[in-house]
Structure formats: C-alpha cells, structure tokens
C-alpha cells in the first residue's frame, strides 16, 4: 500500500453526501427576459397560460372536410380556403371542403383533412381517392400541452430545449435563481501565465482556464484572483477579497502536504475544514470547508486532480447552490474494457477512457494511456472517465467496466 492508499480516507460518494447535505441554495431571486434567460434556473415552476396548439389546425396541405360527408360520395363541392393565419371565416357546410395549408384553422363543421396527393381537383369539385378515419391529420386544440398545465419545474436549468417552449407560451419573463459568484485562483511560486516566457522551473498556470471554464458552465458567475504566490501574507489577501465577494471559493495547488502548502492552513485559520482527503483517483487532497458564508472548495494542483475534483465534486455543489433542483448527474453506463487498466484498490478511480460502440453494435471503452495526475492529454484524448470501484484492482481486456459519459460541461 503505497503513501496514497492510506486507509481512512473519505470514498467519494461520502464526500459528495456531506457537500449536499450542506449547501442549501442561494435565496435570491430575479425577474430575466426569455431572451436573457438562457442557462439560468428556473425559480419558479412555469404553467401554461395558453393551450398548445390554441386551435385545432391541418397536420398537412390539402382539404378540411366533414368524414361523414364521403360516406355516400366521394365529391365535395370546394367553397373556401383556411391557411395559416388566414383562416376561413365561414361554417363549411354538408357537401363542401374548404381548401387548407399546414398549421391553419380547421374551419368550422370539419373534422378532418386529406391530404392533397389523395385528391383529384375539376373545377370547384374535390374528389377524394380515399376514406378517412376521425380526425386524421388534425392537430387538436391543446394537443401538445392544456392550459393551466405545469409544463417546466422550478429548478430546471434553461437550454436550448427550454427557449422555443417558453417561447411558444408567450411567457416573455420569468423569474430565475441568482448565479452564484465564484472567486477562484492557482496558487504556485513555480507558474507563470500564458503570453510570458517561462524561466528555469517554471510552468504556465493552465489550471485557471480549466476552472474558468467549467464553473461558467455550471452557471457562476466569476471572478478570477490571478495567480497567488506560495505566501500566506498574499493568500489571506486573496481570501479575504473572495469571501467578501463571493459565495465561492475555488482555489487550485497548496492542499497537499508540502513545505509551500499553505491552502489548507489558512483556512483552517479563517473558517472552517468540512473535510480533506478522500479516497478518489487523482484527487485525493481536495479540500472542503466555509469561510465566513463562502463555501471553499480547494482542488489539488495537478492539473487532471483539478479538473476531475471540480468535476465530481463542486459541480453538484454548485448545482444545488444555484437551486438547480432537477441536475442530473453524469450518466453511468456498463462497458468492456478493450485494453488493460492499471489499478489498485484502495480508491476511487476516474481513469480517463475512449469509449465507442464496435461493429457489433457493443459498448467498448479503451484507456487513453498515461494516467498521471498531471498528464492532461488524457483529458482531451477522452470521452469518458472509467469509473473502478475503491476496492477493485487491475482490470483485464474483456471486463466490464463502469463508464461515465461527460455531460454537456465538458464540451
Ligand atoms: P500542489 O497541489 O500545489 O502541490 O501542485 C501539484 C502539482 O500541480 C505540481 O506539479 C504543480 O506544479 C502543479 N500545479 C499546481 N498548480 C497548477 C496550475 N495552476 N497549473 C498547472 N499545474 C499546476
Ligand atoms: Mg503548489
């Protein structure tokens, strides 16, 4: 057992339990216009003011008609026309057919529409090449949602599946949850941003854009610190702007337990530890805890750790800060290993993996190579992270394997 598979560490799952059992969403709310509204949370669950569709309507182009009039004929007299916001004014009386175009008023006394290939038109005389069943190609009135029904719940976020719904209600605003504010900042002597040359023992910070780019994903809005000195004059600096600007703090770097890992003392100096270390691969040294009314999430410094921890861990975090009540995790799925993965038990892996569905139309997943915790190729080369239980060694090609799909964060 080697220095990172101590016993005693908290499993993943744990962690994650004692992170929601703590965070309770943020109370305030605001009025958004749909056309804002997009990747928001809904604070307010959304009924139909309207029906969906709000009148009956032709399914197709051709002729609206009564079905009992082609019981004993098969000719219709042609006495008008319903098109799509122009409908027929009059009553479509025994014996006639009004002409009708896709998305327009069933005019009154019909109840069905053939379409026009199976019609032969001579003047004003329809004749119908077949017989119709009750109301074939007829949207009905409320068809897709009834008046007064709850259509969206409070707490879903708005995507691209919301808008055009909300859109059709004509529920121009709404009320949404605030964002949450999220601070954040690397820590390291050794980094230097992007756009500088690097000197001897030097690295660029690409934590930062990682962790920038995943919590405006999950909704934040951020403030980024920049990168802070292994000094702790400077680090409680930083935690001091954060917890007077933010609900959260999202550090990277310095929770480990080396001679320059200051992260974790000064907080446990200014708030309060929930808990370091846990049982998860890589990742171990993240830190959770509060500083005043901030929550402090403190990922470790390699760069995969970062990215996984902030993953796993902060985004349900930050998905039930933000009232997002109906957040899904990732989703799990079973898939063969095609190759070998490396392992031993003790934590949590999140290895990261390629999966694909083979000509036999099988789930396949296979590693991305070098697993180091600071080899962030893997991160690009997957597409799913290879969940191996805690106490699960090695895996051999041909097992089944655990995979988690990346949700929409990632990309
Ligand atoms: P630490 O957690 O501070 O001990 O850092 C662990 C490893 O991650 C070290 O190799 C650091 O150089 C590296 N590291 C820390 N912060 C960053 C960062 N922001 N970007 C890239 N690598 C980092
Ligand atoms: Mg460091």
Same mark, same amino acid.
């Given at each position: 057992?080697?220095?990172c598979?101590?016993?005693?560490?908290?499993?993943?799952e744990t962690?994650?339990?004692?992170?929601?059992?703590?965070?309770?969403?943020?109370?305030?709310?605001?009025?958004?216009?749909?056309?804002?509204?997009?990747?928001?949370?809904?604070?307010e669950?959304?009924?139909?003011?309207?029906?969906?569709?709000?009148?009956?309507?032709?399914?197709?182009?051709?002729?609206?008609?009564?079905?009992?009039?082609?019981?004993?004929?098969?000719?219709?007299?042609? &006495?008008?026309?319903?098109?799509?916001?122009?409908?027929?004014?009059?009553?479509?009386?025994?014996?006639?057919?009004?002409?009708?175009?896709?998305g327009?008023?069933?005019?009154?006394?019909?109840?069905?529409?053939?379409?026009?290939?199976?019609?032969?038109?001579e003047?004003?005389?329809?004749r119908?090449? =077949?017989?119709p069943?009750?109301?074939?190609?007829?949207?009905?009135?409320?068809?897709?949602?009834?008046?007064?029904?709850?259509? =969206?719940?409070?707490?879903?976020? =708005?995507?691209?599946?919301?808008?055009?719904?909300?859109?059709?209600?004509?529920?121009?605003?709404?009320?949404?949850?605030?964002?949450?504010?999220?601070?954040?900042?690397? @820590?390291?002597?050794?980094?230097?941003?992007?756009?500088?040359?690097?000197?001897?023992?030097?690295?660029?910070? &690409?934590?930062?854009y990682?962790?920038?780019?995943?919590?405006?994903?999950?909704?934040?809005?951020?403030?980024?610190?920049?990168?802070?000195?292994?000094?702790?004059?400077?680090?409680?600096?930083?935690?001091?702007?954060?917890t @007077?600007?933010?609900?959260?703090?999202?550090?990277?770097?310095?929770?480990?337990?080396?001679?320059?890992?200051?992260?974790?003392?000064?907080?446990?100096?200014?708030?309060?530890?929930?808990?370091?270390?846990?049982?998860?691969?890589?990742?171990?040294?993240?830190?959770?805890?509060?500083?005043?009314?901030?929550?402090?999430?403190?990922?470790?410094g390699n760069?995969?750790?970062a990215?996984?921890?902030?993953?796993?861990?902060?985004?349900?975090?930050?998905?039930?800060?933000?009232?997002?009540?109906?957040?899904?995790?990732?989703?799990?799925?079973?898939?063969?290993?095609?190759?070998?993965?490396?392992?031993?038990?003790?934590?949590?892996?999140?290895?990261?993996?390629?999966?694909? =569905?083979?000509?036999?139309?099988?789930?396949?997943?296979?590693?991305?190579?070098?697993?180091?915790?600071?080899?962030?190729?893997?991160?690009?080369?997957?597409?799913?992270?290879?969940?191996?239980?805690?106490?699960?060694?090695?895996?051999?090609?041909?097992?089944?394997? @655990?995979?988690e799909?990346?949700?929409?964060?990632?990309?």
């Amino acid at each position: 057992m080697g220095c990172c598979d101590a016993p005693g560490l908290m499993p993943v799952e744990t962690a994650l339990d004692k992170i929601l059992a703590d965070v309770k969403p943020l109370s305030s709310v605001m009025t958004v216009a749909l056309s804002d509204a997009m990747g928001r949370v809904l604070a307010e669950d959304i009924l139909s003011p309207i029906n969906v569709p709000p009148f009956a309507n032709s399914a197709m182009d051709g002729y609206a008609l009564r079905a009992d009039d082609l019981k004993d004929s098969d000719t219709l007299v042609l &006495s008008g026309k319903s098109f799509a916001g122009a409908p027929f004014e009059g009553v479509c009386e025994a014996g006639q057919c009004i002409r009708i175009m896709t998305g327009a008023q069933m005019p009154e006394g019909t109840d069905v529409v053939i379409m026009q290939e199976e019609t032969e038109v001579e003047g004003d005389n329809v004749r119908f090449l =077949i017989k119709p069943k009750a109301h074939d190609n007829v949207r009905p009135i409320g068809d897709d949602i009834h008046q007064g029904d709850t259509v =969206i719940a409070k707490g879903t976020r =708005i995507t691209a599946r919301e808008m055009p719904l909300l859109a059709s209600l004509g529920i121009a605003e709404f009320t949404v949850f605030a964002r949450p504010v999220a601070a954040f900042f690397s @820590t390291g002597d050794e980094l230097r941003p992007v756009g500088e040359p690097l000197a001897a023992g030097q690295i660029y910070d &690409s934590n930062r854009y990682g962790i920038r780019a995943l919590l405006e994903k999950f909704g934040c809005d951020v403030l980024d610190l920049g990168i802070i000195p292994d000094n702790p004059e400077k680090l409680r600096a930083a935690f001091k702007k954060a917890t @007077t600007e933010a609900d959260v703090l999202v550090t990277s770097g310095g929770v480990s337990v080396g001679e320059a890992d200051y992260t974790k003392d000064i907080l446990e100096e200014q708030g309060e530890i929930g808990f370091w270390k846990i049982a998860m691969k890589p990742g171990k040294p993240f830190a959770f805890g509060t500083i005043d009314n901030t929550w402090f999430c403190g990922l470790p410094g390699n760069p995969v750790s970062a990215m996984l921890t902030l993953y796993q861990l902060v985004q349900p975090m930050l998905a039930q800060l933000s009232g997002h009540s109906q957040y899904q995790p990732p989703q799990r799925i079973t898939a063969k290993a095609t190759t070998l993965f490396k392992k031993r038990p003790g934590r949590t892996d999140f290895q990261r993996g390629i999966y694909q =569905i083979n000509p036999q139309g099988q789930l396949e997943v296979a590693t991305t190579g070098n697993q180091g915790s600071g080899a962030f190729s893997s991160m690009h080369q997957a597409n799913c992270f290879v969940v191996l239980e805690q106490e699960r060694g090695r895996v051999s090609p041909g097992e089944d394997v @655990t995979i988690e799909l990346f949700n929409h964060s990632m990309y």
